[in-house]
């Protein structure tokens, strides 16, 4: 029996290692190596005009390069806003070829994410930019009679003083007896505490 085994296995070895090669057809062509990019939004920390090269933010803090090509317009001051580029990513290197960039004139605190209408759970996870005096700004949760149930407040990674930086808030939710709440995200005047933004 023990003669036998190997002869056995042998086959099933053979038999298994068909089932994980790909068909002739798909085995010769290449994968592709580039997917579209459409619509990738996020806050620049710097760019070099000299490369082409901008890094882009994203809201969750991580970051792209982007390399804007020639004839596309970049504008003078564009390191600190906010832009929605659009074009290609080579997926061995992750970098992106933008043959589109558009400027976004936003207000000082954009949320990303949730959206409004979003199905949530608790912590609630708070994505988006913001260009705040400071990097600070506030927060709170109004239950679905508007009052305010939460409220507190946290910073921006923005690089320095009038640039966009990514915001992250994780918030606990606190219980309220019904299901709809309001997030605001605003920041209080220094000048004389009123909410603006």
């Known amino acids: ?13 053979l038999l298994g290692a068909g089932c994980f090669s790909l068909p002739d057809d798909q085995a010769s062509q290449p994968q592709p190596a580039i997917e579209p990019v459409i619509g990738l939004f996020g806050a620049v920390e710097a760019y070099d005009s000299a490369t082409r090269i901008i890094t882009l933010l994203s ?20 390191a600190g806003r906010l832009v929605t ?42 994505f988006g930019f913001g260009r705040t005096f400071e990097a600070t700004f506030a927060y709170r949760i109004r239950d679905a009679s508007g009052e305010i149930v939460l409220e507190n407040h946290a910073m921006t990674a923005a690089a320095s003083m009038g640039m966009y930086g990514p915001l992250r808030v994780d ?3 606190p219980a309220m007896t019904e299901k709809n709440f309001i997030l605001e995200v605003f920041e209080y005047s220094a000048k004389d505490g009123s909410v603006q933004n």
């Open 1 to 13: 029996m023990k003669r036998l085994f190997p002869a056995l296995i042998a086959p099933l070895l």
């Open 171 to 173: 918030i606990i939710l």
């Open 85 to 126: 580029v659009s074009g290609e990513r080579d997926l061995t290197t992750r970098r992106v070829t933008a043959t589109g960039l558009q400027v976004n004139d936003a207000p000082n605190l954009v949320v990303t994410s949730p959206l409004p209408g979003s199905i949530v759970t608790s912590p609630l996870v708070v």
């Open 59 to 78: 809201p969750d803090g991580g970051a792209d390069e982007v390399f804007v090509v020639p004839g596309t317009t970049v504008p003078e001051e564009v």
